[in-house]
């Protein structure tokens, strides 16, 4: 079963423009990580947030956290073709490594 | 540091026949997992370690074994080879075993089975 469910499925925008993919979970966590998986490729770690923060930014990026909807968001600011990918959020409930994936967005940045 | 790496890349296998799919890091980390991820979907965890001789089952555990004898390597066995493990697995490893950090992917194999 999934704990997370990304929305949407899949999205395509223009480069220069903001991308903003949404995860939804059913339990409670301790963590929520967003993962970057190019095509063909393994998944590379891009952003943690813990249960008791509500913001985290790198670079372009911005992720939230509501642990009251069970809801987080992964904003990509000013994209680039190159952030074309399938983005993945995973939730770990009790801080143990066990990490349970959504079926992810698949991102396409047209240049 | 070569960090998380996977071999084969790709295999071939027809229904009932057994093999081991290798994964090694060398980044000393504790923990090590397995997942596969089917077309569409995420991932799923199959078998996971918190330290060398220490494993325990994930989410889809049947069909697998794993050992894990040295701190580096995690192999994952197919017992028996069905067509519903076809899939790309990938091998992951974290520093801590408490959760709350980083996990490292490998590049994943391709495992068909006909």
């Known amino acids: 079963s999934q704990q997370g469910e990304e929305d949407p499925q899949a999205l395509s925008i223009q480069e220069g423009e903001n991308a903003t993919m949404n995860c939804s979970y059913k339990t409670s966590i301790n963590n929520l990580q967003w993962y970057r998986q190019n095509s063909g490729r393994g998944l590379v770690h891009l952003i943690l947030i813990r249960s008791n923060e509500r913001e985290k930014h790198s670079g372009r990026l911005r992720v939230t956290l509501d642990t009251s909807k069970k809801s987080s968001s992964l904003l990509i600011t000013a994209s680039r073709a190159a952030d074309t990918a399938s983005y993945f959020c995973?939730?770990?409930?009790?801080?143990?490594?066990?990490?349970?994936f959504g079926g992810g967005t698949r991102l396409m940045v047209k240049p | 540091n070569a960090g998380v790496t996977q071999t084969p890349k790709f295999q071939v296998l027809k229904t009932g026949q057994s093999m081991t799919l290798q994964c090694a890091q060398d980044?000393?980390?504790?923990?090590m997992s397995w997942y596969r991820q089917d077309p569409g979907m995420g991932l799923r965890l199959i078998h996971y370690s918190v330290g060398a001789g220490i494993t325990d089952q994930g989410e889809v555990p049947n069909g697998y074994n794993v050992s894990r004898s040295t701190t580096e390597d995690f192999p994952l066995r197919l017992l028996s080879a069905a067509p519903s493990q076809t899939s790309v697995y990938f091998c992951?490893?974290?520093?801590?075993?408490?959760?709350?950090?980083?996990?490292?992917f490998g590049p994943g194999t391709r495992l068909l089975v006909l």
């Open positions: 992951a490893s974290s520093y801590s075993i408490t959760g709350g950090e980083t996990q490292y």
């Open positions: 980044m000393n980390h504790e923990y």
């Open positions: 995973a939730t770990d409930p009790n801080a143990g490594n066990m990490l349970t």
